[in-house]
């Protein structure tokens, strides 16, 4: 008798916010997985990034495309929490450890070459990591992974850029072809 009702235009709006949010958490998860590097922490981003954009959900721009707000507020929320782990010393006690850490590595040719593809990634600087995360495995528009990160369109399709050649080098099964030529320069 006491609860309370949402309008019906709150419901289309609980129903519509529940529509558009829903099929984004395993991208997310995986994306938030990617720049944790650890399974609890990367949920516990998550949670608290749905737990943001729910509360928030009517400071979303009338028209914007939600995929790319909650991403960024994704991001955001790791970046802080990345900073500040910089800051203190993580602890993991044994049982709180991700069982597949202590997995013995896959045999299979895919297996390996996935690993070094795992790792490859981990070798690349953060800004071209996430860039290359967000267009490649989250599919956003070059427009949209700007907006995440909060950069120009250009510094997008440039670190892109460079996150590609860094990969194919460090993928390459040539090793002396991961290291920079002699010849070149760099140029920041």
């Known amino acids: 008798m006491g609860e309370a009702r949402l309008s019906s235009k709150g419901d289309t709006v609980n129903h519509e916010m529940v529509r558009l949010i829903e099929p984004l958490i395993p991208a997310l998860r995986r994306y ?3 720049l ?3 399974r609890t922490a990367a949920d516990d981003l998550v949670q ?3 737990e943001r954009a729910i509360s928030r959900w009517h400071q ?3 028209g914007e495309d939600p995929r790319a707000w909650i991403f960024t507020i994704l991001h955001n929320l790791a970046m802080t929490r990345l900073r500040r782990s910089t800051q203190r010393p993580i602890h993991i006690g ?3 450890a991700d069982p597949a850490s202590f997995a013995s590595a896959a045999r ?3 297996g390996l070459r996935c690993q070094d593809l795992v790792n490859a990634l981990a070798q690349l ?3 071209q990591r996430t860039v290359l995360l967000l267009v490649t495995v989250e599919e956003l ?3 949209d992974a700007a907006q995440v990160l909060g950069v120009p369109i250009g510094t997008v399709m440039s670190r892109l850029s460079r996150a590609r050649e860094r990969l194919a080098r460090l993928m390459s099964a040539d090793p002396r072809a991961a290291r920079p030529s002699p010849h070149l320069r760099s140029v920041k």
């Open 48 to 50: 608290d990034c749905l």
């Open 60 to 62: 979303r721009r009338p």
């Open 94 to 96: 044994l049982d709180d």
């Open 141 to 143: 528009s070059y427009a």
């Open 108 to 110: 299979q040719e895919d």
């Open 36 to 38: 944790m590097r650890e």
């Open 32 to 34: 938030a997985r990617a």
């Open 125 to 127: 600087p953060d800004e």
